[in-house]
Every structure is written in structure tokens, then in C-alpha cells.
């Protein structure tokens, strides 16, 4: 599809406003071609930068992007080496793509354990692009859902200790406060590639309403026509959020704070 033809119009319905991904089948695209595992990871390179430059283009205010999870840890020395790498010289080359299309960065998860280099270049791109008023990116890395959960409900939990917060006081915005973003609003659409059906302990505080899309398409060949049939997909669900769908669409009160009125 042409780019100018790209629009919410598109789709029959407003874009998302934030689309996660479970970016998968790196290795199995590389073993399917009889290449190294890791071969597929720098494949899946280039679909990150389409996939970032088109969501930033067609007005997607967030794209959060899973690209090591905590498990991953437990993967061949070898295999996270490379990804780490990888991760750097992206941080490295891609900041210029960032600039371009006004892509602001943001990396959550327990990132303290990501070796050095990699944090140094993170943080780097992170510090220039801080001002771009474009669409924000976030890399989940070193991202677990649950130690997510369990880092905010230690936090919390000392705050109590301390006297500075009564239990009784702790609702879902006090948890909300203590997730490492709580400022960016909860997916409107998760994106897994690869089909496998499952969630992998990804966002699973903010998934709560969000709409899942699962494609057979392995990651390093997830494409612009993949996202629109994506979005077209999301365009044709009926969001309640628990309610009904006059007052989901009204903008009617009782919703999950964090989530949005579109229906
Ligand atoms: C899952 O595929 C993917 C990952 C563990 C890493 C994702 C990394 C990238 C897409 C490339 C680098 C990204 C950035 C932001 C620099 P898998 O290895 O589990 O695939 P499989 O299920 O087929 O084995």
C-alpha cells in the first residue's frame, strides 16, 4: 500500500493509540532457512525500524516493543551476547531514525542488569531523543511482568512500613503509580507474531482491556502489510470495557484509569 493512502480511514476505525508487540519466531524464521538462531535476531532488526517509522507515521502516540524478557536470561551465553550487542549498536545507528520521525525513547524493566555498553548507548538515545514530540517507543528489556508486579508491590509495602501510605488507601491507582511507567496509557492493541496464543508474562497489569491479534508471520518478516491488517482487525473490535457499548463509546464514567474512551 502507498504511504499517502495510510490513514485512520484505512482501517474503517481510528488507529490504536498504543500497540504493544510480542516480537517472536526469530529463531524459527533463521532455523527454517538452515541459518544460526541468532541470524534471525539481526534479521528482526530491520522489522523494528519499519515497524517503528510506520507506526510514528500513521500517529500511534506509543509502541512498546518486547525485546528481551527476563526468561531470556536463561538463554545460551552465546544468544544473549548477541542480542546485547545487537541492542547496542541498534541504540547506536538507529538514533538518527529516531530523530527523523520525532521517535522518543523510553526502556522499562529491570535494566540495572543489562551488561554496561548496552545501558550506556540505552541511555544515551534515550537523553537525545527526550524532547522529540513524536510517537513514544518503549523497549521492554530485561522486562518480566510479574517482577514488575512484585518490585511495585515491595515498594509499596515499605511506604507502609514507613507510615507514609495506610493499607487501606492502596487501590489500583497506588499500584498503577509504583509500575515501572505509570504514565503511559494501558495497550489498546497487543501484536504477537509467530502464533503462539499466549501472553508470556508480558504487561499483564496492563493488558486488562487490551485487544490481541495473533499472526502466523514470524517477526523478521512482519512488515507495514502486516501492521495494517493489524490495525484493520482492531478497527472491527467492539470495545465494552466491561460495560456496555453506548456508554463505552459515550466515554462513560467507571473504566480502568489508564485506558481509553474509544469504543
Ligand atoms: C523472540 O524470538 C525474540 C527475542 C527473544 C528477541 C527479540 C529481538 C529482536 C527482534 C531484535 C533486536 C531488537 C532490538 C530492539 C535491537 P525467539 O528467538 O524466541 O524465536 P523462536 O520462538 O522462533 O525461537
Request: glycine share 8%.
Amino acid at each position: 500500500m502507498a504511504k499517502e493512502q495510510v490513514s485512520h480511514r484505512s482501517f474503517g476505525g481510528p488507529v490504536p493509540e498504543h500497540v504493544a508487540i510480542i516480537m517472536d519466531g526469530n529463531g524459527r524464521w533463521a532455523e527454517e532457512r538452515g541459518m544460526l538462531r541468532v541470524q534471525g535476531h539481526g534479521a528482526g532488526v530491520a522489522s523494528v525500524r519499519e515497524v517503528t517509522t510506520e507506526c510514528a507515521r500513521m500517529g500511534v502516540k506509543s509502541l512498546t516493543l518486547y525485546a528481551f524478557s527476563i526468561e531470556n536470561w536463561k538463554r545460551p551465553s552465546r544468544e544473549v551476547r548477541y542480542l546485547m550487542r545487537l541492542l547496542r549498536i541498534f541504540m547506536h545507528r538507529e538514533r538518527r531514525t529516531l530523530m527523523d520521525n520525532d521517535v522518543r525513547l523510553h526502556c522499562i524493566g529491570r535494566l540495572d542488569e543489562l551488561p554496561a555498553p548496552a545501558l550506556l548507548e540505552l541511555r544515551r538515545t534515550e537523553a537525545m531523543t527526550r524532547d522529540n514530540p513524536g510517537m513514544l517507543l518503549r523497549l521492554a528489556l530485561s522486562y518480566g511482568s510479574r517482577t514488575e508486579i512484585g518490585d511495585a508491590v515491595r515498594k509499596i509495602a515499605l511506604e507502609a512500613v514507613r507510615g507514609d501510605l495506610d493499607p487501606n488507601d492502596i487501590d489500583e491507582e497506588t499500584i498503577r503509580a509504583y509500575l515501572y511507567d505509570p504514565v503511559t496509557p494501558d495497550p489498546d492493541l497487543i501484536i504477537r507474531t509467530a502464533g503462539e496464543m499466549r501472553i508470556s508474562n508480558f504487561l499483564l497489569w496492563q493488558m486488562s482491556y487490551a485487544e490481541l491479534y495473533v499472526t502466523d508471520v514470524c517477526w523478521p518478516e512482519f512488515r507495514l502489510p502486516h501492521l495494517l491488517e493489524a490495525f484493520s482487525a482492531y478497527a472491527k473490535r467492539k470495545r465494552k470495557f466491561g460495560g456496555l457499548l453506548d456508554e463505552a463509546q459515550g466515554g462513560g464514567e467507571g473504566r480502568a484509569a489508564g485506558s481509553r474512551s474509544t469504543a
